[in-house]
């Protein structure tokens, strides 16, 4: 491993972005936040002080610096696709946050740059696969006591934020993104067919979503069902449920005191996904610094992020025609092998 | 409430029809087992011993009988039309084991001759609706702590008995019908469209079920899942989550000590289905006799009978289809509602 | 079994005498209650009518009756002993709630007693036998899974009832003998040594108590501690956990849904013991019916009963001493072998 | 915070030691291994090469080697002591694994050295306090949910190591030595009578341990029991329960997936403190380096080292006189308010 610490540009400082600015600067043994653009340059400034970084406003001066080594990218969702292919260009690594693009065509368009690099550069944002919740449920199917898994079921249940709104697309290329990656993930499988059901969220909205049930079918047989919640009401909380041959799994995620007050018992469950996910998020820039310093970029790929997003374009279709969707992919390149 | 016990003829000494005579004879307050029916003279001998009854092989005659009050009938499924029917037309109460016929047409018959009778006599054997775990979470529901409910998962799963194969319409008109009554009774809600997809148990019967999931829409905008499987692996559990609006629940119903050993924890599940609905069984049987001494027979009705079986319709049609396919179902007469 | 109902006679009636009237008259199979009796007339006869018995005011003559089979005496603690010697007089069955008698010398009387009838007429009301999460534990150990137990723990969480003070001595004699009996039915070993300390309940009451804790060493070189709380907080509660020489168990005793809202996912606990006992009294009085119809009574007997006093006496030495104090009993007789 | 790592020397390479030296030189920020101490030269090399450090087998240079900025103390119990003092000699601030001290009187020397130093130099290695079960319990006593603690219950059960016979004098001061001071954290008082009871492992050796109980007051009038095994037949599991005024609380640590095959549900427990606890020993050793170089040692003092070996002292004294015992301890200095 390199005895030098990478510099790491951080190109958005809104909430994952100044999380990840942060986890570099003090908790990712080996790394250094160089630099932290935002296009509002008070946030960058004020994340960049934190992290004892300087704060610029412009991302393509950022990734050519040569003074910076790796780039983390959690600017808004449109802006990924571009930037990523910036970096490829730079021949730089990169963390993108999901979803890695936000058209299927621009997700294919990194996959064949980075194909053109050669190299592997491109880690998409998929924390749960160092989530221990997630991770211990992989070690467990791969162990073979539950036998070869048929049915996945996700759970992503969000409180509801002011006064937001969430269209039944957003809910889908942003937030059930990572359940769809979670269930390739663990179930070692693809998406065939897709089909979306979700409960607006205003009457006269039809399309805003307060609750959506994916039902996918796998190109192994299996079946799987996602669950999202906008206001669940009473936290945030992610979980998943395998059904194999020989039995069946669910993670286990809370891990606070149980309490006994006022009639009942009770445990606390996350209040947002900050607090779900902050041991993940730790690990997942420690991983992938480590990674890159001995040499050899791991976790989610670019077509990882492209997979997921393909499975996103049948959820949109099925949204827009009510009816199951095919979906849609090019082959894999024996390079994602 | 009157002073003599009730006298049940009960036929039909399979596993069901025993359970349930042995819970009348010894466990039934103000009942008594009069008669017990079967085909077989062996089998309804012993069961009419252990109960104290007389054994006999004609049920027709049984249920003319001026001596017997009132017929549980626990024969083969193909059977339970006609002898509901019979009963009806002797102006008895019945408790009928589910499904109440094994068609949607006899099903509507019996609806009609209750209908004509003009006053109650069936009840079907969805005991669920007395299981404490269930009716602890219709009492939760019918606080309203939770909102109006808007999404239903229902779990069934089975250990694998032996070397049977279950067809996935057995799957859905013996087993899943238990859910779809669960699904109507707890949502409050009839289903408009069913989905069925499942794994087959054996590669080359495609119509065997390993696993289903029934994917369903209410009438108020809700939306189900129930899930059945025919091997566990583990054992026997059944289980229901509600997403309402203001929060979600579901069943506990494991009850066996936790255990510390050889490297984890452990609770032991249910072997069987009459291990964990035993204390349901009786709690059915002792409520159903109460409310024919206290002249107001309760529970699932004739009508709850029908309309799982409009459910189970609907999810046989998507068996052979493919397809999402309508429930189609007779006006709900006042007399239900 | 007898072809007739036994003829029970239920003595007080107050919380615990109409439970146990309600139980016999309209969930006990095989038992009517012919008589009901209290000091209070007014009490007496709103017990009588809902059971369909008379109400009588004097004891005496209640278990001379002829018409009487057998008594279940429910009446205040400072009585159990005389009315269970009268009872045993008479030849009759008896259920006598717990204490047995509130003096060990009583206690003794009534053993000998018994020893002088000859025949087994007493079962003391420790019905935490027949509740299903403690006869699972039971079970549990009976199977060798834990091996030999080394360590008892119970717990008996009540709620505050109103401005009850309880002074340590009647959480001793009346309470925490329930756990006396648990502890040695379970480990089955007996304790030599006790030690009791405990929290006042108000500071200017040195005797009375909120949390009680016992320290015992038993015969068989296991140790147990008994904690009694009067004022949980949240609800009423007993749990046991028993360390075996191969690993650990625990009662596991919360049914009811788990209900995710408002910041944390909750499980209600019983709020007080007629909830949480409900289906261990009803078993207990039909199991009492049931071997008393058959000829043979069951159940935790008069030895029990003197042998819990016996800790309790230890216990109430204790209080006094501050010390550990050893257990004085007579020799188990042989009939109690 | 220093712009430079702090350079850190590990004295001792055992199970714990070489745990810490990992710890430090992979994933504490902010920290490097400097040297690595053992008179075990091989041990101690490769320790020291997985680390990038230099390998030596003298303490005392190494403390007094001005290269290095902090010492953590891992060696064997009985050297803790001189090297603790040795570091506070040099004026370097020490991390050093519990117990602080073997004898009472070392670990009154050792706060006596840090007076006298007039600096807070010493840390001890009480890592519960930044577990996440652990902290959390704490984040809600300060809160005041459950009123003012009443009652403290921890356990501490271990898996049997092959063949070692632990003597009751080691399991309390190197093993219930941590539950001590989590008492002391949790419950805000002081421990003032103890009382210790044991099983003996090996019948031929009355002084082995294999389940220990120690009954402690505490000089807020409150009420303790440790419990602990040397062969819990299942892993490694810490917990602690609270009953406050209230209401009740305990930690839950299990975050493994919960199981259904073969007959039952299943979650996996640790297997040893180095599964249970790693987290919580990556967050202590990060802790340290931060506090130091913000010039702000934090953390277990010297005083709580001194005082876990209070409450250890009367212990022994218990399990020699088999009776209880008063706790003997110095005035808190001021310094340690």
Redesign the interface.
């Known amino acids: 491993m390199s005895a030098n610490s990478l510099q790491v540009a951080v190109i958005g400082t809104g909430a994952i972005g100044s999380l990840h600015a942060t986890n570099l600067a ?4 080996g790394a250094r936040v160089s630099a932290v653009m935002d296009i509002d340059r008070e946030r960058a400034d004020a994340v960049a002080q934190a992290c004892g970084a300087r704060a610029v406003t412009d991302a393509a001066d950022l990734i050519a610096d040569p003074a910076v080594d790796a780039i983390l990218i959690a600017s808004p969702d449109a802006s990924h696709a571009e930037l990523c292919l910036a970096a490829i260009a730079a021949g730089k690594p990169v963390l993108c946050e999901k979803p890695l693009a936000t058209s299927l065509a621009d997700a294919e368009r990194i996959v064949n740059a980075e194909l053109a690099a050669g190299e592997r550069l491109v880690r998409v944002g998929f924390m749960r696969q160092v989530d ?2 997630h991770s ?2 992989q070690a ?1 199917l791969a162990s073979g ?3 070869a898994p ?2 996945f079921r996700g759970t992503h ?1 969000n409180p509801r934020r002011g006064d937001t709104i969430i269209r039944i697309e957003g809910a889908i290329v942003n937030s059930l993104i990572h359940d769809m990656h979670s269930l390739r993930w663990l179930m070692s499988a693809e998406v065939q067919n897709a ?1 979306v ?1 979700w ?1 607006p969220d205003r009457a006269d909205m039809p399309r805003s979503a ?2 959506a ?1 994916a ?1 996918l ?1 796998l190109d192994n ?3 799987a ?1 996602l ?1 999202w ?1 906008g206001d ?4 945030y ?1 992610v979980g998943v449920e395998i ?27 996350s ?1 947002d996904w900050q607090d779900r996910f902050a ?1 993940a998020y730790r690990i997942e820039t ?1 991983d992938w610094v480590d990674s890159i310093r001995q040499g050899a970029p791991t976790g989610p790929s670019a077509w990882d992020g492209y997979m997921s997003l393909v499975i996103a374009d049948a959820c949109l279709r099925s949204a827009d025609s009510g009816l199951p969707e095919l979906t849609r992919a090019i082959d894999r390149p024996a390079f994602y092998a």
Do not use: M, N, W
């Open positions: 003090l908790h990712t043994k221990p919740a211990d449920l467990l006591q539950l036998g048929l049915r249940f089909l059901q409960l307060r609750f049930l039902h079918t047989g299996g079946l069902t669950e919640s669940s009401g009473y936290g909380e059904v194999g041959e020989l039995g069946t799994a669910q993670t286990h995620s809370h891990s606070s005191p149980t309490i006994r007050r006022g009639g009942g018992l009770s445990q606390a469950v209040p041991e420690q």
